[in-house]
Each structure stands twice: as C-alpha cells, then as structure tokens.
C-alpha cells in the first residue's frame, strides 16, 4: 500500500471511497475496521490539504475603472 503523502488526490479519493464502502457493508473484522478507518481519516485529511493548496493558488483577475487589468486577488469563495 501506498503512504498516503504519495499519492495524487485522485488517488487518495479513490481509496478513500474504497475504506468507506468497506466499513459501511460491516463485513470487516473489528481489528482491521480500525486500520481501515485511520487509514480512512488520514487519506480525508490529505485530501483536504491538498483541496486547500489548490484553493490557494486561485486567484481572480481585478480591472480597474478603465477595463484594465490591475492584477490578482485571492479568491473570495463566498
């Protein structure tokens, strides 16, 4: 298995549906329902690290009152 910090947010996504399908069918034994669900928090946790870091790097474009471009700002996403 791959260390989490590895992997590409897809991927992580992906086994971390996986982990949730697994608990949820409760077809696991309790010692590995454990494993399944730390590994289960830390793939969420990469996850949303790396949704974080990309939200950061989003900017929108600002114009001033002439139309031109007057640079970036950090995306307001409310």
Known sequence: MKPVAEL???EAL???????GQLERGDVA???SIA????????????EAQL???Q???EQITQAED?????????DPE
Do not use: M, N, Q, S
């Open 8 to 10: 590409t947010f897809e």
């Open 14 to 20: 992906r086994e971390l549906e996986g982990v949730v």
């Open 30 to 32: 309790l010692d590995a």
């Open 36 to 47: 399944l669900y730390e590994r289960g928090a830390e793939l969420k946790k990469h996850c």
């Open 52 to 54: 974080a870091r990309a």
């Open 56 to 58: 950061a790097r989003i």
């Open 67 to 75: 139309g031109t471009v007057a640079g970036t700002a950090p995306l």
